[in-house]
């Protein structure tokens, strides 16, 4: 398995830009997390979705913020319009859910987002 | 609302040292615990988990971790360091519907040579 595959590894954009990132997660995983690091708030999680729903987005820091998940091997972060405090690393993480515990969840490698 | 406690920000060891990273959590059930690890620019890797059972867990690259209820504590060992450790590691406990996971602040490992 190739694992949870986030694109880009890297963006740079301007402040006032779209910017969206995009997670394939792992076959068969029917939980899809979408988290923040920044040196200031450590990791946060952002949204949560079961089954391709959206769950919990009240870590969602604002309006500008969007996530959608229209099947279940693919999830969109969008950003509109991006601002410089945007800037972070954005992780896609999946995990299955249910039976007989679940596995744990696994990371992708991160979108590395710098807004100037 | 559950949360994760690394007391220490950085912690510097020598190559062959025995090495605690230590971890507290407020969680009002029984809490399913992680450790990750992160190096630089790379995202995160378990290194082990507490669901149930036998306190002592051991992982992966020799490390192990010991879930005390009484100290609400699930500090991570490792016998012998080597330089490939250093790295950035996360403790984490995992509720709700989906386990989504709560995350420690990190603790930043250096190793001497």
């Known amino acids: 398995d190739a694992g949870v595959i986030q694109s880009p590894r890297h963006e740079v954009t301007e402040m006032g830009q779209e910017v969206t990132l995009r997670c394939k997660p792992i076959s068969g995983h029917n939980s899809l997390f979408w988290y923040r690091q920044t040196m200031m708030r450590g990791l946060e999680l952002l949204i949560y979705?079961?089954?391709?729903?959206?769950?919990?987005d009240s870590g969602m820091p604002e309006d500008r913020f969007s996530a959608k998940m229209p099947n279940a091997s693919f999830s969109t972060l969008k950003i509109q319009p991006s601002e410089p405090r945007d800037s972070a690393v954005y992780f896609c993480a999946s995990r299955r859910s249910g039976g007989t515990g679940g596995t744990e969840a696994f990371f992708g490698q991160g979108t590395r987002l710098t807004v100037v | 609302a559950q949360s994760v406690t690394q007391p220490d920000i950085h912690i510097t060891v020598s190559e062959g040292a025995s090495l605690e990273l230590r971890c507290n959590y407020s969680?009002?059930?029984?809490?399913?615990l992680f450790w990750y690890v992160q190096s630089p620019g790379q995202g995160l890797q378990l290194l082990l988990k507490y669901f149930s059972g036998d306190t002592l867990v051991q992982g992966i690259k020799g490390f192990e971790a010991e879930f005390k209820r009484s100290q609400s504590s699930f500090n991570l060992r490792k016998p012998s360091v080597h330089w490939s450790d250093a790295a950035e590691y996360f403790c984490a406990v995992g509720a709700g519907s989906a386990r989504q996971l709560t995350f420690g602040s990190g603790t930043q490992l250096t190793v001497l040579p």
């Open positions: 979705f079961n089954n391709n729903v959206p769950i919990d």
């Open positions: 969680y009002g059930a029984t809490p399913y």
